[in-house]
C-alpha cells in the first residue's frame, strides 16, 4: 500500500520536479497500486485555483484507491505527536 500525502499531489500536479514527484512519477510509470484518503481528498480539492481546476482534480481524485484509517482518532493523534517531534 502506497499513500500519496498531499505534500506531494499539490507539487506534482503543479509540475514540481522535487523527489517526492519523482518517485511518484516512478510509481505511476510502474503502475504500482496508490491511493489517498479522504483527508487528502479535501486538502487538494481545496487547493483549486478556479472551478475548472477544481472539478479537474476532482474527477481525477475520485478515480483513486480510498484507504481508510480503521482507528482515526488514534491515526491522527500519533501523526500530530509524529509532527510535533519533527518540528
Not at 26 to 36: C, K, R
Amino acid at each position: 500500500m502506497i499513500l500519496v500525502d498531499t505534500s506531494i499531489l499539490i507539487p506534482f500536479f503543479r509540475g514540481s520536479n522535487g523527489e517526492g514527484t519523482q518517485k511518484l512519477r516512478m510509481i505511476l510509470h510502474q503502475g504500482l497500486p496508490f491511493g489517498i484518503n479522504s483527508f487528502i481528498f479535501q486538502e487538494v480539492l481545496q487547493g483549486a485555483a478556479s472551478e475548472k481546476e477544481y472539478m479537474l482534480l476532482k474527477q481525477y481524485l475520485e478515480t483513486q484507491r480510498f484507504y481508510h484509517l480503521k482507528h482515526p482518532v488514534e491515526s491522527f493523534a500519533k501523526a500530530a505527536k509524529i509532527y510535533m517531534m519533527e518540528s
